[in-house]
């Protein structure tokens, strides 16, 4: 990738189980010590449009950096942090930004799209960059990085959102301060990160000054989800979910369950990007492409279940945005998800915008996010409409 390596991981790593052998360290506080630990920094280039036009004014990097698993090992993530050029009165803030849905390949990635400018996300993070503040945008695991991406895997989803702000504030020339105000954005699968990231915060990064996470179209609920897709031309969005999940937890054994046409159409499209996915599964169903009613196996639930959010209240308030005409993600999963949060005390602003598909969700909330967390970087008492 022609990055300069900072930090060997390998060799950390080994020094690490040495010490916790010795005693001498525990091995949790040794795999928080290394979230965040910058690997490797490249200066780069963004561009909104293809052919090298319109370049982004921002200081951008490529880095690599620690974060940690779903199942809790160590690590190595990819991703871009920019920086704007412009000066900034006080503590930059920064953001996390947390990306949708972009495939499974690693040419989908954001840190290569955007250096490409075929990432129309960019323009969404532009409004973040126009306030001045620094954006940290995460690939998560396996999306740029060996092996496969562990996509809809909501706690490593958060992990790395959250370690790369930790890591923003490490790259050598950011001029970003580990003790800047945070916030977090993201939509659909970034909503699902952002919203993961909320609940992981106060235990996994205590140490971020979170002020405020604004997540838009969140699948609170994958299993609804996957139900609502079957048989649309989005189930690419369910097979997708299934590949990541799989990779995540090697438990689940998706390839026994799957027939020789699904084998072969799901390895087809493990390198592939959204539209591509869309493409070669639009119309499938789940019962036609597996031998058994994989949603309804012990180990699928029990992960399933897991990967629901609403269970754990953020501690930071929380903008909650959802289309009323989402063909994807039902806004009823949003509307649930709010009051889980609100009856365990979490402050929220539950919004339910006008907008009659699930992208027209992101252009129309993402405007009024960056507005919410102005006001909460300014300091501004936090307004909730928890029933």
């Known amino acids: 990738m022609g990055f300069r390596v900072r930090v060997s991981m390998a060799f950390t790593s080994i020094a690490i189980l040495v010490l916790s052998a010795l005693g001498l360290v525990a091995p949790t506080a040794a795999t928080a010590a290394m979230a965040g630990d910058v690997l490797a920094a490249q200066r780069v280039t963004v561009y909104l449009v293809p052919g090298q036009l319109l370049k982004v004014p921002v200081n951008a990097w490529k880095i690599?950096?620690?974060?940690?698993?779903?199942?809790?090992?160590?690590?190595?993530?990819?991703?871009?942090?920019?920086v704007p050029k412009a000066g900034y009165s006080g503590t930059r803030p920064i953001i996390g930004y947390a990306i949708g849905t972009h495939g499974l390949g690693d040419q989908c990635a954001p840190s290569n799209q955007m250096q490409a400018g075929t990432d129309p996300e960019l323009a969404l993070v532009s409004?973040?960059?126009?306030?001045?503040?620094?954006?940290?945008?995460?690939?998560y695991e396996g999306l740029g990085t060996p092996g496969d991406h562990t996509y809809m895997a909501g706690v490593s989803q958060g992990?790395?959102?959250?370690?790369?702000?930790?890591?923003?504030?490490?790259?050598?020339?950011?001029?970003?301060?580990?003790?800047?105000?945070?916030?977090?954005?993201?939509?659909?699968?970034?909503?699902?990160?952002?919203?993961?990231?909320?609940?992981?915060?106060?235990?996994?990064?205590?140490?971020?000054?979170l002020r405020g996470v604004a997540a838009g179209g969140v699948p609170a609920d994958l299993r609804q989800v996957a139900e609502n897709v079957d048989g649309t031309d989005n189930f690419g969005l369910a097979a997708a979910a299934g590949i990541g999940l799989d990779a995540a937890y090697p438990e689940l054994r998706l390839d026994d369950y799957l027939t020789p046409e699904a084998t072969e159409l799901f390895d087809d499209v493990r390198d592939d990007c959204l539209s591509a996915i869309n493409e070669k599964t639009a119309g499938r169903r789940l019962a036609d492409l597996t031998t058994a009613n994989v949603l309804a196996l012990p180990?699928?639930?029990?992960?399933?279940?897991?990967?629901?959010?609403?269970?754990?209240?953020?501690?930071a308030p929380i903008y909650l945005f959802h289309a009323k005409g989402d063909e994807i993600i039902p806004a009823s999963v949003g509307d649930t998800l709010r009051r889980e949060w609100c009856a365990q005390g979490a402050r929220v602003l539950w919004t339910k915008l006008p907008a009659p598909s699930h992208v027209l969700g992101a252009v129309g909330g993402t405007p009024l996010a960056v507005q919410w967390l102005a006001h909460r970087f300014a300091g501004l008492p936090t307004l909730s409409n928890c029933p």
């Open 127 to 139: 409004l973040l960059l126009a306030r001045g503040w620094a954006v940290a945008v995460t690939d």
């Open 159 to 209: 992990r790395a959102v959250l370690d790369s702000i930790r890591a923003a504030a490490r790259v050598p020339g950011s001029g970003l301060s580990a003790g800047a105000p945070v916030g977090i954005v993201g939509y659909s699968q970034g909503g699902s990160s952002a919203a993961w990231a909320a609940q992981l915060q106060p235990a996994y990064a205590p140490d971020l000054k």
């Open 64 to 82: 690599l950096y620690h974060s940690t698993s779903a199942t809790g090992t160590a690590n190595q993530v990819s991703g871009l942090l920019l």
């Open 299 to 315: 180990a699928w639930q029990a992960r399933l279940a897991e990967t629901r959010i609403g269970g754990i209240a953020p501690r």
